[in-house]
């Protein structure tokens, strides 16, 4: 049934079909109204869940780790503040190799104090080991939860969920939701191998040696691994069962012959769409490709899409200071290894930070500095700064 | 494409109104995307609210800065912002307002208007207090009238779905205005 909903009700929605079974969050503006809506389904007994009110994000992620240790479905969402928080627990349920799945709205880090969105806060817990996804619809936020779920417990690592701030979070549009019976059928009910079991008494998280520390970050790394291809056949099944597919890790959208390709994530690849239309009309050969995961890095296609291409322009919504674009500096990496005469150069724009608007007029202004210039003369192109 | 840019004050529904829009809409089986003005809202402050509409998917996805119509839900908003701003000639501007559409001479030059006594039909029918009456529901009797955008009988089946309380008073101050609205 179609309904329209704004997009932290899509998240709602998603944990809902999803049947999760401890929900543990603390409230947080621009996330607020996803915790609210689930916290009302529990009361109503639409959803069987146990709704544990917590003192803060830290407390919130360290009840998700205790409940899916248990062996239950376990849910949170949170954004910015909430999320940098949690930083520390992030890294325990990924290491205890935790299938939690977390909604993030992307909101901007103060100070200047910011409600906004930008993509520093989730992209700043790069290397602890959660997937990320990030999502360009209503739709697609609600698909990627249910989606999540089944790529969590198959690798068993905690997925991350992204959606803008206000600019998903906050806005209405038709998501399409499915009969129960079809998730159902979809998604299957936990089974975590490693749960707290008093018949087969273990320990967790204790004291680890050197003689094996190593060892386990090699499998998380695998698993990582293992997840591309996870991904790709989660997300073919999910297309049948339902009739909607993403392209797994990214999405191509107009390559095949295009001169200068384009790399944008969350909802600058949706308004991207329109811009590429309006300038293939105008006979410029030009696509795009839309980073729906950022973890794991999806670098084989990175490399089939961009690779013998005349130039790129990647659109980051984020900063790593003193570096550059955190997309657009994993996009240079994993060229670097190929041929020379295919390896097209890489400019690298900065926009839209704090909620600043990115409008086709933005996304054009890219377009057209990329088509005039041969090659980046800076390594951050800044689009709108006032000087 | 439609875009549609709806003024009023914290809480007098701009929010919830432009939702209502775009259900109505849907319902006639076209896109629809509907949103705040990104940002903190405050009781008795100026407030945005956004709808979209086109009969294939949306893709856009940023603010509206150019939109065909504007609803102003507070008559004192006109004195206050510019509440044509980036409105294309010819629009409509939707007032709240006991007065006559010729009352508003400057907004005629480029644009076109329309009035209705939202006001005083949402309080003849128990909407809100005298203070602060519920005007958003009225005033979309009062849109689809003037722009001819959907059927009364879908709005009429959207404000029964997404008005939280008194359903009933909110459709029948939804048809007084749409019969009332002058243009």
């Known amino acids: 049934m179609k309904k329209i909903l704004m997009g932290n009700h899509a998240v709602s929605y998603g944990a809902l079909l999803s049947r999760v079974e401890v ?12 915790v609210e809506e689930l916290s009302k389904m529990c009361a109503q007994g639409k959803l069987k869940a146990r709704y ?13 780790i205790a409940a899916e240790q248990a062996g239950a479905r376990t849910f949170t969402a949170t954004s910015s503040h909430g999320l940098t928080l949690m930083h520390e627990l992030l890294h325990w349920a990924a290491g205890a190799r935790l299938p939690i799945v977390m909604a993030n709205i992307n909101r901007s880090m103060a100070p200047g104090w910011s409600i906004w969105t930008d993509q520093n806060d989730s992209l700043s817990q790069r290397d602890t080991g959660w997937l990320q996804i990030y999502c360009e619809s209503n739709q697609e936020v609600f698909d990627s939860i249910i989606q999540a779920y089944k790529i969590a417990e198959r690798v068993l690592l905690p997925v991350m969920v992204v959606l803008d701030a206000f600019v998903l979070s906050h806005t209405y549009e038709p998501v399409d939701i499915p009969e129960q019976e079809l998730v159902d059928q979809f998604l299957s009910k936990l089974d975590y191998p490693y749960k707290l079991d008093v018949k087969n008494p273990c320990s967790f998280g204790s004291l680890l040696p050197p003689e094996y520390y190593l060892e386990l970050r090699y499998k998380m790394q695998k698993a990582m691994e293992e997840a591309h291809d996870v991904i790709i056949k989660v997300d073919k099944e999910y297309q049948q069962m339902f009739g909607r597919s993403y392209g797994g890790l990214v999405e191509e959208y107009r390559t095949e012959d295009a001169e200068l390709v384009l790399v944008a994530s969350s909802t600058v690849a949706s308004t991207a769409r329109m811009v590429v239309e309006q300038l293939r009309d105008e006979g410029v050969k030009v696509g795009m490709i839309k980073m729906r995961f950022f973890r794991p890095f999806p670098t084989q296609e990175v490399v089939n899409a961009l690779k013998g291409k005349k130039k790129v322009a990647v ?8 570096q550059g674009g955190i997309f657009c500096e994993e996009i240079r990496s994993v060229l670097y290894n190929i041929d020379q005469h295919e390896r097209p150069p890489v400019f690298g724009y900065i926009a839209g930070l704090g909620g600043r608007d990115i409008t086709p007029t933005t996304i054009r202004e890219i377009l057209s500095h990329t088509l005039k210039e041969d090659k980046p003369k800076e390594n951050i192109i800044w689009i709108g700064v006032k000087h | 494409m439609i875009e549609v840019r709806i003024h009023g004050r914290g809480g007098q529904g701009a929010v919830v109104a432009s939702k209502i829009l775009a259900v109505t809409i849907f319902k006639e089986g076209k ?14 402050a100026p407030v945005t609210a956004y709808t979209r509409i086109d ?13 065909d119509h504007v609803v102003i839900l507070d008559p004192s908003l006109i004195e206050a912002i510019n509440i044509t701003e980036g409105l294309k000639e010819k629009g409509w501007v939707i007032i709240n307002s006991d007065k006559e559409p010729s009352h508003f001479n400057s907004l005629l030059k480029k644009y076109r208007v329309a009035t209705v006594d939202a006001h005083s039909i949402a309080l003849k029918h128990g909407l809100g207090s005298k203070a602060n009456p519920i005007v958003n529901t009225a005033i979309l009797g009062a ?23 008194a359903q009933e008073r909110n459709v029948q101050a939804v048809e007084d205005a749409y019969h009332q609205v002058k243009y």
């Open chain 2, 55 to 67: 009969n294939k998917v949306i893709f856009l996805r940023c603010k509206i800065y150019n939109p």
């Open chain 1, 52 to 64: 544990i009110n917590v003192e803060s994000e830290h407390s919130a992620m360290a009840a998700c």
């Open chain 2, 143 to 165: 849109f689809c009238k003037t722009t001819g955008l959907f059927r009364l009988s879908s709005l009429l089946e959207a404000v029964r779905e997404e008005v939280p309380a």
């Open chain 2, 31 to 44: 896109y629809v995307q509907s949103f705040p003005n990104f940002g903190v809202e405050r009781r008795g």
């Open chain 1, 23 to 34: 929900i543990a969050a603390y409230p947080i503006t621009p996330q607020t109204q996803v």
């Open chain 1, 315 to 322: 659109i980051d919504r984020n900063i790593s200071y003193g």
